[in-house]
């Protein structure tokens, strides 16, 4: 569902004009891209397990349903069988 963001890497222009360098070092340090970066890496994993725990209760709660089915299914055919030999007698 996450997908990792490369957020933190100079963008292409930078890469092409080596002399806006200085201007994007400058700007990174201005707007504190890097604070930002690792605020949004620590709210991103964050997500991540709370996505992760969300998922283990939902398949927790249909596995105990499932369970609870075949105890049914069970209960069900015992009876049956039970019915079956009383109407032979």
């Known amino acids: 569902m996450l997908g990792i963001v490369e957020v933190s890497d100079k963008p292409d222009p930078v890469w092409d004009y080596p002399e806006?360098?200085?201007?994007?070092?400058?700007?990174?340090?201005?707007?504190?891209?890097?604070?930002?970066?690792?605020?949004?890496e620590q709210k991103l994993a964050l997500i991540g397990k709370s996505v992760e725990t969300s998922l283990a209760i939902l398949q927790r709660d249909s596995s105990h349903r499932v369970e609870w089915y075949i105890v049914i299914l069970i209960?069900?055919?015992?009876?049956?069988?039970i019915y079956d030999l009383w109407g032979r007698a």
């Open 20 to 40: 806006l360098d200085r201007l994007y070092l400058r700007l990174e340090d201005e707007y504190e891209l890097r604070e930002r970066f690792i605020a949004l």
């Open 75 to 81: 209960v069900v055919e015992i009876v049956l069988s």
